[in-house]
T-cell receptor, first 112, second 111 residues
Framework: EAGVTQSPTHLIKTRGQQATLRCSPI?????VYWYQQALGLGLQFLLW???????NRGNFPPRFSGRQFPNYSSELNVNALELEDSALYLC???????????FGPGTRLTVT | SQQGEEDPQALSIQEGENATMNCSYK?????LQWYRQNSGRGLVHLIL?????REKHSGRLRVTLDTSKKSSSLLITASRAADTASYFC???????????FGSGTRLLVRP
């Protein structure tokens, strides 16, 4: 069973541009969680998608958005990039008990 | 903002020694989990302890939970250089959808 996959591994963008990050959950799992790990701010919950719908979002501005496709893979879009958006973005799938979350390797976004 | 605080922020030990990390949290929880992160990569799930459990073991890992003090500890016994990583505790904050992470402990195991 494949784990959570994310692409790209690294992404470099300039301020004002848009970034698109992708995630595929564990096969057969319908939920995807997105987290941001920025330097000095720690790991923060961003978004939760389940069955194609956004179920909840953390304390982030609307320029952070995403979607979930029928195959349950997900995209995270960050519009009007700011320097402070530079971070590691992690995607996670819940375990069978829905208590654990299993993380992908992350996408490191650098905004210059 | 982060719910949890972990201490110490950094820990340096010799291979073979035990490492203990502590985590405190603020709200009621259903469970608490510990994760490891190597060099800014993805998180590896280590162990989950439920709110009605006081202690749990997995290999060289021992986790305790004191819900009255809202605190947990992770003990790694007989540490190895490969245990060098950052360790995070995470709680569900009583919800069913998101994890709230502590600030992490950076562990260095010297060979």
């Amino acid at each position: 069973e494949a784990g959570v996959t994310q692409s790209p591994t690294h992404l470099i963008k300039t301020r004002g541009q848009q970034a698109t990050l992708r995630c595929s959950p564990i096969s057969g799992h319908t939920s995807v969680y997105w987290y941001q790990q920025a330097l000095g701010l720690g790991l923060q919950f961003l978004l939760w998608y389940d069955e194609g719908e956004e179920r909840n979002r953390g304390n982030f501005p609307p320029r952070f958005s995403g979607r979930q496709f029928p195959n349950y893979s997900s995209e995270l879009n960050v519009n009007a990039l700011e320097l402070e958006d530079s971070a590691l973005y992690l995607c996670a799938s819940p375990g069978l008990s829905f208590s654990e979350q299993y993380f992908g390797p992350g996408t490191r976004l650098t905004v210059t | 903002s982060q719910q949890g605080e972990e201490d110490p922020q950094a820990l340096s030990i010799q291979e073979g020694e035990n490492a203990t990390m502590n985590c405190s949290y603020k709200t009621s929880i259903n469970n608490l989990q510990w994760y490891r992160q190597n060099s800014g990569r993805g998180l590896v799930h280590l162990i989950l302890i439920r709110s009605n459990e006081r202690e749990k073991h997995s290999g060289r890992l021992r986790v305790t939970l004191d819900t009255s003090k809202k605190s947990s500890s992770l003990l790694i016994t007989a540490s190895r250089a490969a245990d060098t990583a950052s360790y995070f505790c995470a709680t569900d904050g009583g919800s069913s959808y998101k994890l709230i992470f502590g600030s992490g402990t950076r562990l260095l195991v010297r060979p």
